[in-house]
């Protein structure tokens, strides 16, 4: 199961195996942050484990799947056939297509915060709104949740 100790034991035995020590590491990641990942204190965003992958000379997957596998009953090879698994099924549901749209001449997309709204059950609220209903007999007629058509009656 992959834990900030599962993930902090993985960095460490890399690290040792290899012959490297902290300081060999310096340039990738600053000194206090490597101590709190090797002790399992401190968390880590995808740049810093990007940046620790290099100095160790692994791909970031690697350092993830290795922590996923231990401690406990699930080996390297059967972390490795689910992420096979799970990648044949999101293939299947188009996975590459999906995320290539994210992107606009590579760049991430901005998405947008807050709800879609449902448009119909709008269209429905406004006129129920402009025929001179309450928000309460609206409620009553469409059996929308209170709070739904709270916020779409200001719209």
């Known amino acids: 199961m992959l ?17 490297l020590t902290r300081e060999d590491l310096n340039g990738c990641v600053g000194s206090t942050n490597l101590h709190k990942l090797e002790n399992g204190t401190g968390g880590i965003t995808v740049d810093t484990l990007q940046r620790l992958s290099t100095g160790l000379g692994v791909a970031p ?8 596998s231990h401690p406990g009953p ?15 099924k999101l293939d299947s ?17 901005p998405h947008l915060r807050g ?10 609220i406004l006129a129920l709104k402009s025929q001179g209903k309450t ?5 009553e007629i469409l059996g ?3 709070s739904t058509v709270n916020r779409l009656w200001r719209k």
């Open 61 to 68: 997957t690697t350092l993830l799947v290795l922590a996923s």
């Open 74 to 88: 699930s080996s390297t090879e059967t972390e490795i056939e689910k992420i096979r698994e799970e990648l044949v």
């Open 135 to 139: 928000q309460k007999e609206v409620i």
């Open 3 to 19: 834990t900030r100790e599962t993930l902090a034991a993985v960095i460490r035995a890399i690290r040792l195996v290899k012959g």
């Open 144 to 146: 929308a949740p209170q």
């Open 93 to 109: 549901l188009g996975i590459s297509t999906a995320v290539t749209q994210q992107f606009e001449a590579g760049k991430l997309i």
């Open 115 to 124: 709800r879609k709204a449902n448009n119909h059950l709008l269209e429905k």
